[in-house]
Every structure is written in structure tokens, then in C-alpha cells.
């Protein structure tokens, strides 16, 4: 059930598996992405499960912009 929702919230933002992305308005430096079951946080030279809610990933407010290098 999990890689299904985390599949269809990544076809809503437009997002591929890894392609790395940051919200709009974020507060601070860290770079999300999409794998096939998580959503992680890179940050400060680490990678981590993000704490990103389900609730605001469906947010019609919740905006995100892709990183480039």
C-alpha cells in the first residue's frame, strides 16, 4: 500500500524516482526525493527518511521546485 501512495504523490508533483526537489518557501537547505516506498532528506552531508507529512504533500498549497546542480 505504501509504494502506491508514494507513487501516485510523486506523479502529482511531477516527479520522478530520485529526482531531487525542494519545497517552495522551505526554511531551510535540505533536498528531498522520491524512492520507490520513502521520501528522503538529504541534508547537511546526510540522508534520511523525511518527516514530510502525507496531509501536506496533497496540500493544494504545498508547491515544490526541482534542484539542479
Known sequence: M???VI???R???GLKKYEKFRFVGQKTDAIYYFTES???KLWRNQTML???SVNWLLDS???IQR???
Open 11 to 13: 506523479k502529482k508533483l
Open 50 to 52: 523525511s518527516g514530510v
Open 61 to 63: 498549497d504545498c508547491k
Open 38 to 40: 520513502n521520501i528522503m
Open 67 to 69: 534542484y539542479h546542480v
Open 7 to 9: 507513487f501516485l504523490i
Open 2 to 4: 505504501r509504494k502506491i
